[in-house]
């Protein structure tokens, strides 16, 4: 199912515009009751001639059953000035983009396979190696570190809260550290703090970076410690690795 | 009859009528009237605002704008800041600093935000703008402390330093000793975002008592508590302060000394930091409380009854920053003392828990907005929310301009209808004609986004998550929203054909976010197309675009207007679709 899209203007007299009348719109239960009719989406065509913004809204405006009055004219040209400070002074706006309706299939097919898709897999989706929704909630990360830091829900605040979690004493508000791969040129991020052996990291590390179960042996972790050097990851136990290091590197062992 | 214009002021008294205008937006207009008022606008400007880096060049600035003394970038688009834009996507200075370099040597400010400043950009700066007064680097990142360095050597003239919410690289701490013994202009410095344990404290004490007017001082969480009487004693005449950690054992000697240094801060108007705050020191500030117009606690794992009594001290506050230990009965507290509180920012303790481990619900969101007349701005994060309680507020508080409430489970119900909570957030935007920013969250349908368009003809900014059902969403946001600059959206069942209907209205906004949505490449491809002034980009960490169908929904999507074209600095995984890629892969 294609949608069309059409540039051209209308030249006049115009075609009757589908209003989109917002009240007709009683009640959201059912997509279909939307989706199989044949006109349901409207047609947002411009009026004769004149492109500018103003047409714009004056068309949503009267379509709408909103009670902007002040849409037309001087409202719109006064936002028009805010918005495009760089602009060049012409402001052709180009032609709106109307939708031509998808053909009459009942029960549109195009937008549900990705939606059904989405329903669906929606836990597998957006869990990511179990650090939750990604992005969710919108918290920045150091914000996250807080929690890390009071041990029992803070029930002991009446004594020194421990300042070491299990990233030791990492001074950075950040549990997350870089992560380079040989011959791959854009760096990944990990958080340290859901990670607590060798096996877990390095197998994080190799889902991320795609290298496969059959060849476990051919990449080596190596990490940067807080001097500069570079050293290798197994040659040393978990918590002196976890406390010293600041970004890790896989590089492809020879011989 | 002569006939007289009203064009024939000589161009310096325009010229001095426009330095009277300091509004970015009033000096677009003015721009606009007529071309000799655009020669003489350009010439006088001083200041400019770009609030999308990549919508234009540094180069058609420079053309346009012949002297600039004080510019304000930002880069990545906001949900960068939780994870969603990939490492490497952009918003480099470099380009910008190199060629205002030569264009503005008199340049005196500096303020990016969520941009990638390398130690070579920082070189650069010290190194062309002698006359640089103020560096704010706003969560950015991609310098280390090297670069800092740089810049207290070279800039002889800086007031201001903020890193604020930065990530720097601590390679030393010893860069504060780069600043010569002869500065003492600094005025304010933030560097709450640094971790390295080697600040060097003692270059930072000498610096704090060798310039008089530092009013503004953010220590970043690795100065011990028993280090900061000394600190506060050298520069009583602050008037905001973040400490440090603020934990420490108990002590007599240490108590009585922050007790006595903060109460020789007579002008101490701001408090932050409290890292890993204890209760047993906390009243070492009481003397300052009742002055106190912002506290920040939102770091400090402090909980009832210390965090109430500490708030009920604090009336004449008008910025409150907090975890959620206040809990109900602390924000009722805060309602009834706080009479002057203009905004409210409510940050979860333990975002990732699955059950609720504070008693922090919309109760106490209705308290503050019925006890404080003032309240404007709003951020809060709790785990259960009601129409109901979401309509008492909105009658309560029609002056809101920022809500954002966030809801830790992304699709929760109205908790005692069990319905969407579309007639709340309805009552939200129909109240406050004023709102200009505001984040959804909850079980929402359609509906919602139909009052928004409906009512929210102020609204710049609208965050939204697991929302709606359909395109008529997006549609009702993009056609009713007059005033829209920045839509960001994440794991919403819409995207095409909203956003084809609606394509103008993109060249109207700065940009529109969408990741984990329905928007088909087909439909990516064809708005590149069409609109050549919009840069469209994909972001697949997957693979390139072309090896999928074009039904296919594409992961993330990042729209904004552009008079610069696409730009080259991509990475191998976000692809512009302009003409070029839509003709040579179809």
Partial sequence: MELQLGLALPPPPLIPIETFDLNSYGNYETREALGSNALSWPLLKLGPADNDINNIHHHNSSSSSSSSSSGGGAGCKKRSFDEAPFFDEKRNVPKTLHLLLWTNQPNDEDDDPSNVLHENSSSAIFKNDGEGLVGWPPVKTWRKKVHHQIPNGGAENNRLPKVENGIGGRASKSTYVKVKMEGVPIARKIDLSVHHSFEGLTNTLMRMFGISDGNPKIFKLTYQDREGDWLLAEDVPWRTFIRSLKCLKLIRSRG | MQKKTAYSFPDEILEHVFSFIQSVKDRNAASLVCKSWYEIERWCRRKIFVGNCYAVSPTMVIRRFPDIRSIELKGK????????????????????????????????????????????SLELVAKSFTNLQVLVLFSCEG????????????????????????????????????????????????????????????????LVGRCPNLRRLLLNREVPLDKIANLLSRAPQLIEFGTGTYAAELRSDVYSNLAEAFCNCKELKSLSGFWDAVPAYLPVIYSVCSRLTSLNLSYAPIQNPDLTKLV?????LQRMLVLDYIEDSGLEVLASSCKDLQELRVF????????????????????????????QSVLYFCRQMSNAALVTIAQNCPNFTRFRLCLLDPKIADYRTLQPLDVGFGAIVEHCKDLRRLSLSGLLTDCVFEYIGMHAKKLEMLSVAFAGESDLALHHVLSGCESLRKLEIMNCPFGDKALLANAAKLETMRSLWMSSCSVSLGACKMLGQKMPRLNIEVMDEKGPPDSRAESDPVDKLYIYRSVAGPRFDMPPFVWTMDEDFASELS
Wanted: charged share 20%; with cysteine.
């Fill in chain 2, 77 to 120: 688009p906001h949900f960068a800041d939780f994870n969603l834009v990939p490492d490497g996507w952009g918003g480099y200075v470099l380009p910008w600093i190199s060629k205002m370099a030569g264009a503005y040597p008199w340049l005196e400010e500096i303020r990016l935000k969520r941009m990638v400043v390398t130690d070579e």
């Fill in chain 2, 143 to 206: 310098f280390s402390t090297d670069g800092l360095a740089a810049i207290a050597a070279g800039c002889k003239n800086l007031r201001e330093l903020d890193l604020r919410d930065s990530e720097v690289d601590d390679l030393s701490g010893h860069w504060l000793n780069h600043f010569p013994d002869t500065y003492t202009s600094l005025v304010s410095l933030n560097i709450s975002c640094l971790g390295s344990d080697d600040v060097s404290f003692s270059a930072l004490e000498r």
């Fill in chain 2, 312 to 316: 009920s001290q604090c009336p004449s």
């Fill in chain 2, 348 to 375: 979860p303790s333990d975002p990732f828990g699955e059950e609720p481990n504070v008693s922090l619900t919309e109760k106490g969101l209705v308290a503050v907005s019925s006890g404080c007349p003032k309240l």
